[in-house]
Structure formats: structure tokens, C-alpha cells
């Protein structure tokens, strides 16, 4: 009986060992999850208020560069020159040099945002650490989506001769592990499937500087374009860049239609082919070289490439270049790299910044449809303005 009664004492204490066993593996699980999602959130917390503070930064930089190109450089020329030996992509003080003109020794530190309180109520001190700013630059990149315009200034550090342009990304392609190109012959189609590279319609264009007030109001601009000047539509040639898997000769001046604008010839651009092939490593399926119609000084002013892609968007990069080589890009797309810091976690951000010449203001597109209507706005002023989101 006692036996019986022993053995039974064995089994309860078993059954209540196991079960707090059981309980308190339960419990530690629970409080290991919690400790897990809380430095989890933590550490979020911490890595978007690092991005933040890095944005913050770049936000400084932009606020800098307009101070520079719209009050430094246009009051003190010596001041400018001063500032742009700051804005090669490796003083970590740019943007101060930028907003003050000049950094103390003692200053040369990183740039404090604020301190904050993260969703877990653990302190955040946010600060950029080192922002830097590429004023010149060796090339131009953008996304732009169907029907989107890219203007570039012709404005480089070298003589220039050449365009290369370069589209369609991995990242264009998306999903899909391959690619189809358009029959180097046949006319456009109506579409192109998603993740296959669009056509390119390339433009050249530069300001008619001989044409006078004089000229618009008397409408003597007939007899002048049919001048020397101004024949063989010299002001816009365009060419349509068709991706496909062979190559030909490109140049501009194969555009040889006298588009005078009082008496246009009605006649399409010339389409030229282009190779598109998948790249060695992460950079552009399509690329091709394209001569201009003309040589363009170093640091001249009023040349510009109109860039817009066709049935899809696409990344681009733009090169300039010359005899010597590549020419280096003056302002037009600034580099911008920075450094954000929250606590001990750090993020970096790389932006492009597109700096805009206040004496040539040139539109994105001459019309607007949109809602399913025209729209076309005029206004004449003697100051920046964005292009109006909708009619005025």
C-alpha cells in the first residue's frame, strides 16, 4: 500500500516538475520574443532617424547650392571661386561653406538635427556627420517615365563633340531574365510589354541668340531663318533611338530637314538604331554614341539635349565628351553624399540635384494634356517659376 502510495507521490511531483518546467520555457520564450521585438523597433527607430538626419542633410546642401548660385556667386566672384574649391565630393564641410562662406577650425564638426524620444521612449540624438558636394560632375542620370522630358545643359569643363547615352537597367527589367528588342526595320508597334527598353527621342537644340524683341514683334523671324544663319533647321535636330540588336551610324546632322517654322516640311525624324545587349556588369542595356551637329565650347552657355523615352519609363545616363576625353559637366547635376547619425547607427544617402540656369528658364513640354484635356499656360515674369500643375 505504501508502495502504491509512493508511486503515486513520484508521478504528481514529475507531472508538477514538467509542468513548471514547461511553464517557465513558455515564459522565458515570451520575454526572449519581447526583448527581440523591442530592440527590433529600436533598432527601426534608429535607422529611420539616421536616414532622416541623412536627408536632412542633403535638404542643407540644396538649400546651400541655391544661397551659392543666386547671391555668392552673382555679388562676389572671388567669394565663388573660393567656396567651388569646397565642392570637389570630398570636404565634408561643403554645406557649411556653402550657407557661411567659411568654417573655424573649431566647427569642423558634425552638424547636430535634434533629440527625440523613438516609439520604444529611448532618447535619440540625430545629427549629419559629413555631407559632401560634387559641383562639377561626369555625367547626368535620371528616371523618367513615358512621355517625361530630361533638358541638359550643354555646359561642360572641355570642347565637347559627342553624346553618349545610356538606358534600360536591371532594374527597368524587373522580373524578367530577358529582354526583347524592336526589328531594326519595321515600323514602330503600338506598344512595347513592360520590361523591354523603349525608344529614345534625342533632341538638339540652342537659343537663337541673334533673333531680337524687334524680330517677335515685327515678324521678321521668316526672312532671317531663310538666311545663312539660319538654314537647314540649325536651332533643333532630333533623331528617334530605336533599341534593337544591331548599330548604325548616328550622328545628329542626319536630321537634314529645313524645318522652317513658318513653312514646315512636315517630314519625321530619322530613326537610328541601336544595340542593346545585356551588360558585364550592373550598368545600361542600350547605349550609343552620338555625334552633334556642331562643336560646343567649354563653359558655353545656350546648347541643350532634350532626352524622352517612349512606351516605357527608364533610367538614362548622359556623357559628354570631346578630343580630349570625357567633359566634365558644370553645375548641371550636382552630387550630393550623405552621412546621417542616430545614436551609434549611421545611414548614407547619394542624391542629384538639378540646378537650374535663371537665365534661360526652358519648359519641360510647350503642352500639357492632362484629365483628358489640353493645357497650355503662358506667363512672362523676370524670375524663376516651377511649370503650374494644371492651368492657370
Not at 3 to 9: I, L, P, Q, S, V
Not at 115 to 124: P, V
Not at 147 to 170: C, H, L, M, Q, Y
Amino acid at each position: 500500500m505504501n508502495n502504491k502510495k509512493n508511486k503515486e507521490g513520484a508521478v504528481s511531483i514529475f507531472i508538477v516538475v514538467f509542468s513548471i518546467l514547461l511553464l517557465l520555457i513558455i515564459a522565458v520564450s515570451f520575454t526572449l520574443i519581447m526583448f527581440k521585438e523591442r530592440r527590433r523597433a529600436t533598432e527601426t527607430d534608429l535607422s529611420q532617424s539616421a536616414y532622416d538626419s541623412a536627408l536632412a542633410g542633403v535638404e542643407d546642401a540644396k538649400r546651400g547650392l541655391l544661397k551659392y548660385l543666386q547671391q555668392t556667386c552673382k555679388n562676389d566672384s572671388t567669394k565663388c571661386g573660393e567656396i567651388l574649391k569646397h565642392l570637389d565630393g570630398k570636404d565634408c564641410d561643403a554645406v557649411k561653406f556653402l550657407l557661411k562662406g567659411k568654417v573655424e577650425d573649431s566647427n569642423r564638426s558634425e552638424t547636430v538635427i535634434k533629440s527625440t524620444t523613438g516609439s520604444t521612449g529611448k532618447k535619440i540624438d540625430q545629427a549629419y556627420t559629413c555631407v559632401t558636394v560634387k559641383y562639377n560632375t561626369k555625367d547626368y542620370k535620371r528616371d523618367l517615365n513615358d512621355g517625361e522630358s530630361a533638358i541638359i545643359p550643354i555646359k561642360t569643363r572641355e570642347d565637347t563633340t559627342n553624346v553618349t547615352i545610356s538606358w534600360f537597367t536591371k532594374e527597368d527589367l524587373g522580373s524578367k531574365t530577358n529582354f526583347k528588342t524592336l526589328h531594326p526595320t519595321q515600323p514602330f508597334p503600338k506598344k512595347i510589354d513592360s520590361g523591354n527598353p523603349p525608344v529614345l527621342v534625342a533632341q538638339y537644340f540652342k537659343y537663337a541668340k541673334n533673333i531680337t524683341d524687334y524680330d517677335l514683334e515685327n515678324n521678321t523671324i521668316g526672312p532671317k531663318y531663310q538666311g545663312n544663319t539660319y538654314k537647314n533647321n540649325e536651332f533643333l535636330k532630333t533623331l528617334y533611338l530605336r533599341p534593337t540588336t544591331t548599330d548604325n551610324s548616328i550622328g545628329f546632322g542626319s536630321d537634314t530637314r529645313n524645318e522652317n517654322p513658318l513653312n514646315p516640311s512636315g517630314k519625321a525624324a530619322p530613326i537610328r538604331n541601336i544595340k542593346c545587349e545585356k551588360p558585364s556588369d550592373k550598368g545600361y542595356y542600350c547605349r550609343g554614341k552620338i555625334n552633334l551637329p556642331e562643336p560646343v565650347a567649354a563653359n558655353q552657355w545656350g546648347y541643350f539635349l532634350r532626352i524622352m523615352p517612349l512606351y516605357q519609363k527608364t533610367g538614362i545616363k548622359v556623357e559628354f565628351s570631346g578630343s580630349k576625353g570625357n567633359s566634365m559637366l558644370l553645375g548641371v547635376q550636382p552630387e550630393i553624399d550623405s552621412n546621417g547619425r542616430a545614436n551609434n547607427v549611421y545611414r548614407r544617402v547619394n542624391a542629384r540635384v538639378e540646378l537650374m540656369d535663371d537665365r534661360f528658364v526652358v519648359p519641360g513640354n510647350a503642352l500639357k494634356i492632362s484629365n483628358g484635356g489640353a493645357c497650355k499656360s503662358f506667363s512672362t515674369t523676370h524670375e524663376i517659376i516651377n511649370d503650374p500643375d494644371g492651368c492657370l
